[in-house]
């Protein structure tokens, strides 16, 4: 991982890596797990309030949409997690202006990937049917 982050310009010192089942790692995927409703795998984007959902097709409409919803939601968190399906990937913490302009190789890692900050309770999910989602727990 820290050679993936390497390669695409995101420098590690400003990244924390939480390796698969350590208690950092499970207590973000618990934070996910329990304060969104789940359908199959994917946050169940209908029983979120005022969420937002729209398609994509290529790696350039992923990331105009994720950065049109980081400028409409006004989304300037310091410091976002960024999680994955798979469970052999790590959890990652980093600040969201790092992962702006790389979201099409972030989002490339796996299948599904979530971003999202626990402490304002938002998420933006990208589901590989080709669905860009946000929503702000209902849980709050």
């Known amino acids: ?3 993936w982050l ?3 310009g995101i420098p590690i010192d400003a990244c924390q890596i939480f390796l698969p089942n ?3 790692a499970q207590h973000l995927e618990q934070w996910l797990s329990q304060s969104f409703p789940w359908q199959y795998g994917q946050i169940d984007w209908q ?3 005022e969420s937002i959902c729209v398609n ?3 790696d350039d409409d992923a990331i105009l949409a994720f950065q049109q919803l980081c400028q409409v939601k006004q ?3 310091p410091n976002v997690n960024i999680l994955w399906c798979s469970a052999h990937q790590p959890t990652l913490e980093m600040p969201l ?3 702006k302009p790389v979201i099409a190789e972030i ?3 796996d299948w599904d990937t979530w971003i999202f900050e626990p402490f304002t309770g938002w998420c933006i999910e990208f589901y590989h049917e080709g669905t860009i989602c946000y929503g702000t727990s209902p849980q709050r």
Do not use: E
């Open 1 to 3: 991982m820290q050679n």
């Open 97 to 99: 202006q790092l992962v």
């Open 107 to 109: 989002v490339a890692q």
């Open 6 to 8: 390497t390669d695409v």
């Open 56 to 58: 994509w097709h290529s």
């Open 75 to 77: 989304l300037i968190s």
């Open 47 to 49: 029983l979120v309030p």
């Open 22 to 24: 350590s208690s950092a």
